[in-house]
């Protein structure tokens, strides 16, 4: 490795002599850039995760969640099943390792797990009391090579600690997986992949609930893509909410104003 | 012994006869040490394991007095020991009787008696006496017990010593024999004291590692790992420091101890002005006894984790953070929603068994992710006193129900802990599409309890 890197190293030398500094240093990050692209590019058949979802994989630049990286899953209002939508696709990455569970604010409750497809035998929860001792937590459930998906709940966070728990996640190989507040939209992350999930109203008598989930910032792709999910009441199974209704759907009587596609969907 | 070698053989005799065999040398020490690991191995079928010194070959002595009932018996309770033994690379003949010395004569002339199965009928040698009265007592042509109680007893001490009169009445049961216990060891330990107070956390680290070092190199040569460290810290300030150190498995690696002492140096307050460190292994486990995983694996299921990160990790986190907020979430059949739920700690995992534990997936009632402590009042707006919520008020804005499923209704008896409780949940959708789940005390307030995340 180290005679390969010498003439490397030596036309370096030369470069910073003849170009000016910030020359030097914007020539540098180009090459580590691509540098980085072709170690992505190498280990894509081990390092990326389904989400389980088709259609959220769809809307991914490597179709799924790279392992070593993290997501960030902001919810715009409380309830709005963010961390539905997030355990169902850390079931993915459990198959890879345990799932550790970062509880700084005492409210996770476990018995939801089952239903969202957990393994409660393959799950660490962390109960840490103080702001510090949670994301210690994250960062080192983030380095330990064992582990498959770390989830964490975390209201503010200064970008230098999300940089921390970026480079703690790239150095290993699992997912690391933030469910923040609304107000983190407005923030600047290091997450790789940044989600929004926004409830919607779901018809009457259906027995699920409606997510629009966009792509707020993918690395190497293309944002502001989004779907509508669907979650059932009963299994918690996350699928691709139908767009159109049956073509043989019974419309709406006269007089009643269609106001989404939703609504013909309800009413066929 | 198919070669014709005997206990007794001489050495060189042995070698002519097998010249191919090793041939060690014979270290009664070593043996006795074994012994004693497998006499504390035995506590788990009897409180009282002592061994029995008497003879040139010693053997293990179990109190089972009140034990057989928990093994469904006797004979069952010797084959769990047999096999136990077996595992751990022995073959032990197992003898049950009311005295020490039948049992012992049992296990070990037992075949030599025939069909007649009494004691009578055992050879002398079953009396746990020595080599040279046996030879004595054949001269008399005196060969099974049986003959000998047959002879005054008054006259036999005179003849061979007292030893064979207090020996026949140990294995009838006419004189007391106690067991002597074998204990458990000392825990290790290592200490360090001086007159120059010192204060500064890296003196106190390059203590630390030379006591820890010091405990594990008294561990290795017993095979034993470090599970439990429990540090003494002397103050002339203050009142003694107790810090404990909980290890998920036994280990002996030096590193990862003092990554765990960091750690709790690092959160613990440490005394000023510390005159003394006391380091004790206040809990050690075979190294070939540690766990695999933590987890069970299914087939399907790829492994590409490390061998032991996890375990490290579980470490790390529960000397920084204690034992209590490093768990793993057990389901109880619990009806409250704030006692389905117990936390248990990876130390801990014994108590798995006292309560039943539902951890098997699946669709039960559906859950909320949030679940508050204490459930929160709200205002609550429903068209009919006890009818479905319409409208709630939480954190200062106002939720809009559009959707409400059918009450669940969860009552506990008036014997639990904090009494009857009854109260009726509702699972609700607000015009925005988020979820919660409220619930009715009794008919009269409401309550939010968690958020459907």
Redesign the interface.
């Known amino acids: 490795m180290i005679p390969s890197e010498l003439p490397y190293a030596t036309r370096e030398i030369s470069l910073r002599e003849t170009t000016p500094g910030w020359q030097v240093i914007k020539e540098l990050r180009s090459r580590l850039r691509r540098f980085k692209h072709c170690i992505r590019a190498r280990s894509d058949y081990v390092a990326v995760v389904s989400t389980g979802i088709p259609a959220l994989d769809a809307i991914l630049p490597d179709h799924g969640l790279r392992r070593g990286t993290l997501c960030e899953w902001i919810?715009t209002?409380?309830?709005?099943?963010?961390?539905?939508l997030a355990?169902s696709v850390a079931t993915q990455a459990q198959?890879?390792?345990?799932l550790?569970i970062v509880d700084g604010k005492?409210?996770?409750?476990?018995?939801?797990?089952?239903?969202?497809?957990?393994?409660?035998?393959?799950?660490?929860?962390?109960?840490?009391?103080s702001k510090y001792?949670e994301l210690?937590?994250i960062e080192?459930?983030l380095r330990?090579?064992?582990?498959g998906t770390v989830l964490g709940f975390i209201d503010r966070l200064r970008s230098q600690q999300f940089r921390r728990l970026q480079l703690a996640a790239e150095s290993s190989?699992a997912i690391g997986m933030l469910?923040r507040p609304s107000f983190a939209r407005k923030q600047n992350g290091w997450a790789d992949v940044r989600l929004l999930a926004?409830?919607?109203?779901?018809p009457?008598e259906a027995f699920c609930?409606?997510?629009e989930l966009r792509c707020l910032y993918a690395k190497g792709g293309m944002a502001n893509r989004s779907i509508d999910l669907e979650v059932s009441?009963?299994?918690?199974d996350v699928r691709l909410a139908a767009e159109l209704s049956d073509s043989t759907c019974v419309l709406p009587t006269s007089g009643t104003e269609i106001s989404s596609v939703r609504d013909i969907r309800a009413v066929g | 012994m198919r070669q014709g070698i005997q206990p007794g053989t001489p050495l060189a005799e042995a070698q002519s006869l097998l010249d191919s065999a090793e041939f060690i040398l014979h270290d009664e020490q070593a043996d006795l040490l074994e012994l004693e690991k497998l006499a504390r191995a035995c506590h788990l079928y009897s409180p009282h394991v002592g061994l029995e010194h008497s003879c040139r070959s010693h053997c293990l002595v179990l109190d089972i007095t009140g034990c057989a009932s928990l093994f469904k018996g006797e004979f069952s309770l010797a084959q769990q020991i047999l096999i136990e033994l077996m595992n751990r690379g022995f073959f032990a003949h197992i003898a049950a009787a009311n005295t020490i010395g039948a049992a012992w004569g049992i296990a070990r002339h037992g075949h030599e008696a025939g069909a007649n199965r009494t004691l009578r009928s055992l050879p002398v040698e079953a009396l746990r006496i020595p080599d040279q009265l046996v030879m004595q007592l054949r001269e008399f042509d005196l060969f099974t017990i049986g003959q000998l109680t047959q002879l005054p007893k008054d006259e036999l001490p005179s003849r061979f010593g007292s030893i064979l009169t207090e020996r026949l009445d140990q294995m009838l049961g006419m004189h007391e024999e106690l067991i002597v216990p074998v204990l458990d060891p000392k825990p290790v330990s290592a200490e360090w004291s001086t007159d120059e107070p010192i204060c500064h956390r890296k003196a106190i680290r390059s203590i630390c590692t030379d006591l820890i070092s010091e405990i594990l190199d008294n561990l290795h040569p017993q095979g034993e790992g470090l599970q439990r460290l429990t540090a003494t810290l002397q103050s002339e300030a203050s009142d003694p420091v107790v810090l404990e150190i909980g290890l998920t498995r036994p280990v002996d690696s030096l590193p990862h101890v003092m990554d765990l002492v960091d750690l709790k140096i690092e959160t613990e307050p440490i005394p000023e002005w510390l005159v003394g460190i006391r380091l004790e292994a206040s809990a050690t486990a075979p190294l070939h006894l540690r766990q695999g995983t933590?987890?069970?694996h299914t087939p399907?299921?790829?492994l590409?984790?490390?061998d032991d990160?996890?375990e490290?990790?579980?470490d790390?986190?529960t000397a920084?953070?204690g034992a209590?907020?490093?768990?793993?979430?057990?389901?109880l059949p619990e009806a409250l929603?704030e006692k389905?739920?117990r936390?248990e700690s990876f130390s801990n995992s014994a108590s798995e068994k006292k309560t039943t534990i539902v951890?098997?997936?699946?669709?039960?009632p559906?859950?909320?992710?949030?679940?508050?402590?204490e459930p929160q009042p709200i205002e609550v707006i429903s068209i009919t006193p006890d009818g479905s919520p319409v409208r709630f008020y939480w954190k200062n804005r106002t939720c809009e129900v559009?959707?409400c499923t059918e009450p669940e209704r969860i009552q506990t008896g008036w014997w639990q802990d904090n009494g009857c409780c009854r109260r009726d949940y509702y699972r609700v959708?607000?015009?925005?599409?988020?979820?919660?789940w409220l619930f009715r005390n009794g008919n009269t307030s409401w309550f939010l309890h968690?958020?459907?995340?």
């Not at chain 1, 198959?95 to 345990?98: E, I, M, V």
């Open positions: 919810g209002e409380p309830g709005s099943g963010v961390a539905t355990l198959k890879k390792g345990p550790v005492g409210k996770f409750y476990p018995a939801a797990l089952p239903s969202t497809g957990v393994e409660l035998t393959e799950t660490i929860l962390v109960r840490p009391k001792d210690f937590a080192q459930a330990c090579s064992g582990v190989t469910i926004s409830p919607q109203p779901s009457p609930r409606f997510v009441d009963e299994t918690n | 933590l987890f069970t399907d299921q790829e590409i984790r490390n990160s996890i490290r990790l579980i790390r986190l920084r953070l209590e907020a490093v768990v793993r979430p057990r389901l929603p389905a739920v936390f951890d098997s997936p699946g669709h039960g559906t859950r909320p992710l949030e679940l508050f402590p559009t959707h959708e607000t015009r925005t599409g988020s979820r919660f968690g958020v459907f995340e």
